[in-house]
Nanobody
Framework: QVQLVESGGGLVQAGASLRLSCAAS????????MGWFRQASGKERGFVAA????????TYGDSVKGRFTVSRANAKNTVYLQMSSLKPDDTAVYYC???????????????????WGQGTQVAVSS
């Protein structure tokens, strides 16, 4: 069973940057595809970014493309989400998730991820 722990959230002003981390344990991290999702208050959970086990395939949600960067350090069992040019609309609880199997065709689909972290709050003030 994979355990995932997110960190790095906080309160920042619009235009600032934050880096979220997700540390994994309990499984072979290098075999896991990883995803980032977020859920704002009163809204459904939405896709942010995903990265394949090898790191060779990366997918971004349309609202974060060009501002967020997902990466991973398999030697540290950690996946990162570098967030830049933050906007108030980015305010949400951010979750990392893990899955096995094929990366494509649906890295954006939360239903294909089997393990989830507890989330970290990101708040962006205007």
């Amino acid at each position: 069973q994979v355990q995932l722990v997110e960190s790095g959230g906080g309160l920042v002003q619009a235009g600032a940057s934050l880096r979220l981390s997700c540390a994994a344990s309990g499984s072979t991290f290098s075999s896991l595809h990883m995803g980032w999702f977020r859920q704002a208050s009163g809204k459904e959970r939405g896709f942010v970014a995903a990265i394949s086990a090898s790191g060779h395939a990366i997918t971004y949600g349309d609202s974060v493309k060009g501002r967020f960067t997902v990466s991973r350090a398999n030697a540290k069992n950690t996946v990162y989400l570098q967030m830049s040019s933050l906007k108030p609309d980015d305010t949400a609880v951010y979750y990392c998730a893990a899955r096995t199997g094929a990366y494509y065709p649906n890295p954006r689909d939360a239903n294909v991820y089997s393990n989830w972290g507890q989330g970290t709050q990101v708040a962006v003030s205007s």
